[in-house]
């Protein structure tokens, strides 16, 4: 065995054991990368798989908001008053966090990845006072807990978006 | 299948249609049905087989009443009791709705009305919006893409009605109905998210005087459109060829 072989099985040996803190944290992609706080109640499921939500929830907004305020389509599926119905949920001190408080769901992601977002900018950060009860109380998503399987393949619903 | 329709098919549509017609009529005796919910299931886009307008009856519009405007004040969070708006001056505030009174200088005779977007159906906003912001929904309610929309005010200057604002302050808190944002314009959207929902436009819902009549002027039974037939109403600025959507009586 030559040297070079040698130092390049050090290499792949002491990679292997780099990447082991990452496989066995199934937090995020990247250990260490902060979780979007809980939603309201962790027993509904999101509008779409959790993965794929991660993933595209960008697209079905950018699809949605045109869909709604130039054609007047008004489903609540992928609607951004729903989205925060829903995910942003009172600080221990009962107050519900704005956006740019890490508390805040989307915040605590995008200040992560310095991904700047207008959404704020003219949307309500917070929950709509008249639905606070009633998100808490039942399920936005009718009762379903979205798995990948439930739903059409990505590359269907992702082509729609485009 | 033959995509023509067949004379048998026609034959039995008209004779539902009057079965309807009856039927509607009769539902009970000394009540008439004013208007049939025209709600629309969410998933489905507004189609220009309406034309949305609001006809405003100038002599029930009582004078130093507000209702209209203060209806659309809660229902959008704009005016003198938004939180946020504290630094930029009255004459730079949002003003979706205002009432204007006109005074005859020969008569005295004083009259006043509210006078918001009127949602033409040649919208000079539209012509002149350099990023497609502004627009017009098939049902003809004029709107402002807030998304696209980078604030030069160039429809503000166009519009012969000045029925559009911009919003000069960091806003919080907005209703979750009405996002509104600083460096962009906005107007009266007829109450889009109301009207979406068959419900009608807040100023409409408030007005105590009922001098407002909100419908579908394209359809020929609805109230809107049967006042305009037998008693007319006028459009303002009607010298601009425009067609607005909003019609003012006893001008």
């Known amino acids: ?162 | 299948m033959d995509k023509k329709t067949n004379p048998t098919d026609q034959a039995r549509r008209r004779f539902f249609g009057q079965v309807a017609a009856v039927a509607s009529l009769t539902v009970a005796p000394g009540i008439i049905l004013q208007q049939v919910a025209h709600a629309r299931a969410p998933e489905l886009p507004a189609s220009d087989r309406q034309r949305w307008g609001i006809l405003i009856n100038t002599n029930k519009c009582a004078e130093g009443c507000d209702a209209c405007v203060t209806a659309c004040q809660d229902e959008f969070g704009w005016g003198p009791d938004s939180p946020n708006e504290k630094h930029s001056a009255p004459n730079q505030k949002a003003q979706w709705i205002r009432k204007v009174k006109l005074t005859d200088k020969q008569t005295g005779h004083v009259q006043t009305l509210p006078l918001m977007c009127q949602h033409c159906e040649h919208p000079p906003c539209v012509d002149v919006c350099p990023t497609g912001a502004s627009m017009k929904r098939a049902d003809g309610i004029v709107l402002v893409d807030k998304h696209i929309c980078i604030g030069c005010r160039y429809c503000m200057m166009a519009c012969p009605y000045k029925a559009r604002s911009f919003v000069h302050e960091e806003l919080h808190d907005q209703k979750v109905n009405a996002p509104r944002g600083k460096g962009t314009v906005e107007a009266c959207t007829l109450c889009v998210q109301r009207v979406d929902a068959g419900r009608q436009p807040a100023c409409v819902e408030a007005c105590p005087e009922q001098a407002m009549i909100f419908g579908d002027l394209k359809d020929p039974e609805s109230a809107i459109s049967r006042e305009l037939r037998e008693r007319g109403g006028e459009q303002i600025r009607a010298d601009l060829g425009l067609n607005t959507g909003i019609r003012y009586q006893g001008l």
């Not at chain 1, 609540?76 to 966090?97: M, R």
């Open chain 1, 1 to 162: 065995m030559t040297f070079g072989q040698l130092s390049r099985q050090c290499l792949m040996v002491a990679g292997l054991f780099l990447a082991l803190p990452a496989i066995a944290d199934d937090t995020g992609p990247l250990a260490g990368v902060p979780k979007p706080r809980a939603k309201a109640n962790p027993e509904f499921g999101c509008v779409r798989p959790e993965e794929d939500m991660r993933k595209h929830h960008m697209q079905y907004l950018l699809h949605h908001r045109d869909e709604t305020l130039r054609q007047g389509i008004r489903t609540k599926q992928f609607s951004l008053a729903e989205c925060v119905n829903c995910h942003i949920t009172p600080k221990p001190d009962g107050q519900y966090a704005r956006f740019g408080e890490k508390e805040h769901f989307c915040s605590s992601c995008h200040t992560y990845a310095a991904v700047h977002i207008d959404c704020f900018e003219c949307h309500r950060d917070t929950p709509d006072p008249e639905k606070i009860q009633e998100s808490a109380m039942h399920n936005p998503h009718a009762g379903l807990k979205l798995t990948r399987k439930d739903v059409a393949p990505l590359s269907a619903t992702v082509g729609e978006a485009r």
